[in-house]
């Protein structure tokens, strides 16, 4: 049995009824779906990287620079208890970062393998350049806004260019006893300028669209794949929630509930009667206030689009000015 990805750093088990969640205050949260009540929480590791079985994978927080991936694995129906720990070597000059920086940015993703975890990391370092602004990201189905810009010599010369290096490498990790094989040894390539933007994009802005008969368009697939989103916007500002979400099961495309939301998409995922979503940091006026929400895992009801309960969830982006 292996956990749902909804987003980095977030893991959902419908089956038990948990979500593993980054905590603002550091270590791992476990989160009842049902209440949204903390059920237990570890500070031993703190970014759930993968569920298998009933061995939870997370990333370990070092302090200071280092150059070992340290990974824990803790046992779910033990109250997060630790079962193993295990280091990974890293290349001269690769810190394990657990937040992104503007210039750096350490990514591990873990897959099963076989009752162990195929652990691979990721390791980009780029220059702070300013570029001209390129196509505005847009949701499918919505108009693109218009830019007038004048050509800048020498501007898409720039671009082009390598703006990094990539350093990669691969392990497999026994969650059971902690012990390391080696996959891919590690690597570093030059890394060009569109592919250092892919990797330093936040993973929850990642649109997982799909295209199934009989379900009206824009579509977009739950982190599972079991369900299909179709989201259509029905109202202007300064309506708030100006989107309908319509939720499909993927298989027999039967529709099992809509609701009103102030988004086009979130990462999702269905559990029983609820949706799993991830929400995006925001500023949200009431009165004469302006209320700022944090990055929030939420459950909603599908039927009504009740709000049943909401956690913060640690927010690893950098935030600050631009690069001039």
């Given at each position: 049995?292996?956990?749902?990805?909804?987003?980095?750093?977030?893991?959902?088990?419908?089956?038990?009824?948990?979500?593993?969640?980054?905590?603002?205050?550091?270590?791992?949260?476990?989160?009842?779906?049902?209440?949204?009540?903390?059920?237990?929480r570890?500070?031993?590791?703190?970014?759930?990287?993968?569920?298998?079985?009933?061995?939870?994978?997370?990333?370990?927080?070092?302090?200071?620079?280092?150059?070992?991936?340290?990974?824990?694995?803790?046992?779910?129906?033990?109250?997060?208890?630790?079962?193993?720990e295990?280091?990974?070597?890293?290349?001269?000059?690769?810190?394990?970062?657990?937040?992104?920086?503007?210039?750096?940015?350490f990514?591990?993703?873990?897959?099963?393998?076989?009752?162990?975890?195929?652990?691979?990391?990721?390791?980009?370092?780029?220059?702070?350049?300013?570029l001209?602004?390129?196509?505005?990201?847009?949701?499918?189905?919505?108009?693109?806004?218009?830019?007038?810009?004048?050509?800048?010599?020498?501007?898409?010369?720039?671009?082009?260019?390598?703006?990094?290096?990539?350093?990669?490498?691969?392990?497999?990790?026994?969650?059971?006893?902690?012990?390391?094989?080696?996959?891919?040894?590690?690597?570093?390539?030059?890394?060009?300028?569109?592919?250092?933007?892919?990797?330093?994009?936040?993973?929850?802005?990642?649109?997982?669209?799909?295209?199934?008969?009989?379900?009206?368009?824009?579509?977009?697939?739950s982190?599972?794949?079991?369900?299909?989103?179709?989201?259509?916007?029905?109202?202007?500002?300064?309506?708030?929630?100006?989107?309908?979400?319509?939720?499909?099961e993927?298989?027999?495309?039967k529709?099992?509930?809509?609701?009103?939301?102030?988004?086009?998409?979130?990462?999702?995922?269905?559990?029983?009667?609820?949706?799993?979503?991830?929400?995006?940091?925001?500023?949200?006026?009431?009165?004469?206030?302006?209320?700022?929400?944090?990055?929030?895992?939420?459950?909603?009801?599908?039927?009504?689009?009740?709000?049943?309960?909401?956690?913060?969830?640690?927010?690893?982006?950098?935030?600050?000015?631009?690069?001039?």
């Amino acid at each position: 049995m292996t956990g749902i990805k909804l987003t980095d750093g977030v893991i959902v088990d419908p089956q038990r009824g948990e979500a593993y969640v980054m905590s603002p205050d550091g270590g791992i949260v476990s989160i009842g779906l049902d209440r949204g009540q903390e059920v237990w929480r570890s500070n031993k590791a703190a970014k759930p990287l993968l569920l298998s079985d009933d061995f939870l994978l997370g990333q370990v927080e070092t302090a200071g620079p280092g150059h070992v991936l340290r990974i824990a694995s803790l046992r779910t129906r033990e109250q997060g208890a630790l079962a193993s720990e295990s280091s990974v070597s890293l290349p001269p000059g690769v810190d394990p970062l657990i937040e992104q920086r503007a210039s750096r940015a350490f990514v591990v993703t873990a897959q099963p393998l076989d009752g162990d975890a195929a652990v691979s990391w990721e390791y980009v370092e780029r220059t702070l350049t300013g570029l001209p602004p390129g196509q505005a990201e847009v949701l499918p189905g919505e108009q693109s806004p218009q830019f007038t810009a004048h050509a800048i010599p020498g501007a898409f010369e720039s671009a082009a260019r390598d703006l990094g290096i990539v350093h990669r490498g691969a392990v497999r990790v026994s969650p059971r006893d902690g012990a390391v094989t080696p996959m891919m040894e590690p690597h570093a390539a030059p890394v060009p300028g569109a592919v250092a933007s892919a990797v330093f994009a936040p993973s929850t802005d990642v649109i997982r669209e799909t295209h199934v008969a009989n379900i009206p368009e824009p579509q977009f697939a739950s982190a599972d794949g079991r369900h299909i989103l179709s989201s259509k916007r029905v109202a202007d500002d300064p309506e708030w929630s100006r989107y309908l979400w319509r939720v499909f099961e993927a298989a027999t495309q039967k529709e099992i509930g809509e609701f009103f939301y102030h988004s086009a998409f979130a990462p999702f995922t269905v559990a029983g009667d609820r949706i799993i979503v991830m929400s995006q940091p925001y500023q949200l006026r009431i009165s004469n206030e302006l209320v700022d929400q944090p990055l929030q895992i939420r459950s909603i009801d599908l039927k009504t689009g009740a709000l049943i309960w909401q956690r913060p969830v640690r927010d690893t982006a950098e935030i600050g000015p631009p690069p001039p």
